[in-house]
């Protein structure tokens, strides 16, 4: 089991930055696919980014490539979202989320943080 706890969170300007991290307890972290997610009010949860044990495969929603950057520190126990060029559509509740497999699918996550807010101001 792994409890997850996120950080990093705020009220920034459009095409501003922020840095999102995660950190995450347990021994077995390293074994653990690590998924970023967001919900706006009134949406559903989105995927928005995936990276694999090693840190090595990664994969992202359309809305944010060239501009967030996922990664992880096994050694730390860590896992970031480093967000640039942030967009009013970028507003949402940020999750990170463990699971065993390969997935964008909030289902197929075992475990949650509680989540942290990015609000992007115009």
């Known amino acids: 089991q792994v409890q997850l706890v996120e950080s990093g969170g705020g009220l920034v300007q459009a095409g501003g930055s922020l840095r999102l991290s995660c950190a995450a307890s347990g021994r077995t972290f390293s074994s653990y696919v690590m998924g970023w997610f967001r919900q706006a009010p009134g949406k559903e949860r989105e995927f928005v980014a995936v990276?694999?044990?090693?840190?090595?495969?990664?994969y992202y929603v359309d809305s944010v490539k060239g501009r967030f950057t996922i990664s992880r520190d096994n050694a730390k126990n860590m896992v970031y979202l480093k967000m640039n060029s942030l967009k009013p559509g970028d507003t949402a509740v940020y999750y990170c989320a463990a699971g065993s497999q390969w997935a964008t699918m909030a289902s197929e996550y075992d475990y949650w943080g509680q989540g942290t807010q990015v609000t992007v101001s115009s």
């Open positions: 990276v694999s044990r090693s840190g090595l495969r990664i």
